[in-house]
């Protein structure tokens, strides 16, 4: 039986409520190995309409500068929001690759938000 990991959704929003004017830097790390893993998403909403956690501290904390996000699937979609939404301000996004799930998401990366996804990783 395999146990699936789901991110505290509630501590994100109270980090993004309480420290909006304040934090810069976030690293959540959980499940140092693969057998654990589940998506961000599962531990949302049933209908799945509540925005995502991340990308909400992303447009609350308008001092964010660091994100580190290890242990969950995420999905591409939701890093571009988080990339448009802090823009140049954000100086690190790391999320490992093999992190990076494929969602069902429709609307294409322009040429513009690749070239700023591949610089805040340098």
Known sequence: MTSVLKINIAALRLMSNWYSETLRHLMWV?????????????????????????????????????LT????????????????LRGPGLKKLWIPEDCLEADESHELANEEDVDNIAEVGH
């Not at 190995?33 to 909403?45: A, I, K, Q, V």
């Not at 996000?69 to 448009?84: C, P, Q």
């Open 69 to 84: 996000l290890f242990g969950y699937g995420y999905g591409g979609s939701d890093i571009v929001a988080i990339a448009r």
């Open 30 to 66: 959980d499940s140092l190995d693969h057998s654990g893993w589940g998506m961000l998403t599962e531990g949302r909403d049933e209908d799945q309409e509540t925005p995502d956690p991340l990308v909400m501290l992303a447009w609350k904390c308008k001092h964010l500068e660091h």
